[in-house]
Structures are given as C-alpha cells and as structure tokens.
C-alpha cells in the first residue's frame, strides 16, 4: 500500500485506491511504515511565503514529510527552488546524494499535463535514479501561467486558478505511485 501525505481533501490520489491523507485525517499522525508520497504545504518555503498566512504548526508538516519519505522511503514534493531545502539540507538537484540515500530531480509538471509551466523538486529515497521510470517531455506551447510568473511572461498568457495549481495533473499522480511502487519492490529486496 502506497501512502499519501498532505494531499487536498479533493485530491486525485483519493479515487486511486491509496492511502490518503488530507487535513480532515491529519498527516501529522501518520507513523505506518508504507512508502511516501508527500505534499507538504509550501507557501511558507515558495517565493512569495512574504504573503504566506500558515496555520499554526504548518512549518512542522514539511519536517514530518522528510522524516517519513527518509524511514519509509518515497518522495517528497515541492516547488523548485523551496527554501526548505537550504532549511533541511536537502540535496539539491544534481548534487549528489545525501546520508539517507536520498537525492532530488527537477521536474516540470507541464510534462505531466499542468495548464502552466510548473517547476518541481522531488526529494526521493529508496531508489536509484537511473531505475525511475521515464519522465516524460512536452514541448507544447504553454498558454497560462501562475499568479508569480505573470509579470515575468507578459500579460499574454492566462493564470491559472488557485485550485488547478495546487491540483497534482493525472500523469505525475501516476508517475509517482509508479516510483512509489518501485521503491516498495527495493524495500521487499533488501528484506
């Protein structure tokens, strides 16, 4: 069983037969032992977190994400460049691994069918890169944008709802438990 952490109560996750975590069930008492899909909230960590407004003790989510993506194994996503990875020292994309055997890609989530061009950072444990599955690329025109980019892409392009860019597109849904299943399969060897 894959699980999933910080997911949105309307959350793609929900109708694909997982174990899914919104607000309502609290992530934050998660302790199984399944791998990890986590969603922790980022606007505290992205580039605007100037305007950000967290709950009380959302900080604290993202440091339980980490935690159970490294004891568990999975991935954790969040926006490129997120000041968390400089907070948790983070491998960045590119830099290695760290001491959990963990490392980080740099995605775009318009390769996995978002409306806008949507930078991401995967911090993974529990497989090696070279066995992910393939990532797609989409060369396609992107006509929206979000709130953040509108100024530096012109006014030309859309913004895309709050609600569509906080949705996790289908294809990265599935490209992720795929990933999360590997790393299942990677835990059940070693064992």
Not at 13 to 36: E, H, Q, T
Not at 106 to 129: C, M
Not at 136 to 154: E, F, M, N
């Amino acid at each position: 069983m894959i699980t999933v952490l910080f997911a949105r109560k309307d959350s793609i996750y929900k109708s694909m037969g997982l174990d899914v975590w919104d607000i309502d069930r609290n992530a934050m008492n998660f302790d199984g032992s399944n791998p990890v899909i986590a969603h922790p909230p980022c606007r505290m960590w992205g580039k605007l977190s100037y305007f950000a407004k967290p709950r009380p003790g959302e900080e604290q989510t993202a440091f339980h994400a980490i935690d159970r993506v490294r004891q568990n194994g999975g991935i954790l996503e969040h926006p490129a460049y997120s000041k968390l990875w400089k907070v948790a020292e983070l491998p960045r994309p590119g830099s290695g691994h760290d001491e959990f055997g963990g490392y980080t890609i740099d995605i775009d989530q318009s390769w996995f069918g978002h409306k806008a061009r949507k930078r991401t950072w995967l911090y993974i444990v529990g497989v090696e890169q070279s066995k992910l599955p393939l990532i797609p690329l989409s060369l396609d025109a992107i006509q929206y944008v979000v709130t953040c980019s509108k100024r530096k892409h012109g006014d030309n392009l859309k913004e895309v709802k709050k609600s569509e860019r906080e949705h996790t597109p289908e294809k990265l849904a599935k490209w992720l438990i795929e990933t999360a299943k590997l790393i299942e399969h990677e835990r059940k060897i070693k064992h």
